[in-house]
């Protein structure tokens, strides 16, 4: 890819993020990226339709991150405290970047991870099993949503959260079958 498009994108990803801090998605205006990016209206539009494209592919991009950091992703029926205990730590080592990504879309959070960790879960055709992986990824991303996105000094700690979900996944999780 070209330096030059690399360097602009970037500029407006910087842009975006810094706008993000301040405002929601919603209020975010093409001219207000360009204006902090110092770029015109027509190179933003060569590389995104509009402000929600670009913060849908950054949302994706930070997603994809934390997945790859979360090396026990498929670990939920055999090892529960390592799945849960790799997709915290993974999900600590990104929160600042999550926060300010997903700031004030706190649903879209919780979709894109279920998406995610549904996917990356192993549950075969076993009914059970499938729906014990469904309840566990969704209570699971429900949890760190509210630790990401709760008031700072309210939020859980992660130790608390960690042991909490290592005690309901030993009563709902079906043995390997």
Request: some cysteine.
């Amino acid at each position: 890819m070209d330096l030059r498009i690399v360097k602009t994108k970037n500029q407006i990803k910087q842009a975006f993020l810094s706008l993000r801090k301040k405002y929601s998605l919603e209020k975010i205006k093409v001219k207000d990226i360009c204006d902090l990016a110092m770029i015109n209206k027509t190179t933003f539009y060569k590389h995104y339709v509009d402000s929600f494209a670009l913060a849908d592919e950054l949302e994706e991009s930070c997603m994809d991150r934390l997945m790859n950091a979360f090396s026990e992703k498929k670990n939920l029926f055999e090892s529960p405290k390592a799945y849960v205990q790799g997709l915290l730590s993974a999900t600590e080592k990104y929160a600042e970047e999550l926060r300010s990504v997903y700031r004030d879309r706190k649903d879209a959070f919780v979709s894109k991870l279920e998406s995610k960790l549904m996917q990356a879960c192993e549950s075969g055709e076993n009914n059970e099993r499938r729906m014990a992986a469904t309840f566990m990824i969704s209570g699971t991303a429900h949890v760190l949503a509210q630790w990401l996105f709760g008031e700072e000094g309210k939020r859980p700690d992660l130790s608390a959260i960690a042991a909490y979900i290592e005690r309901m996944s030993r009563n709902l999780l079906p043995a390997n079958k």
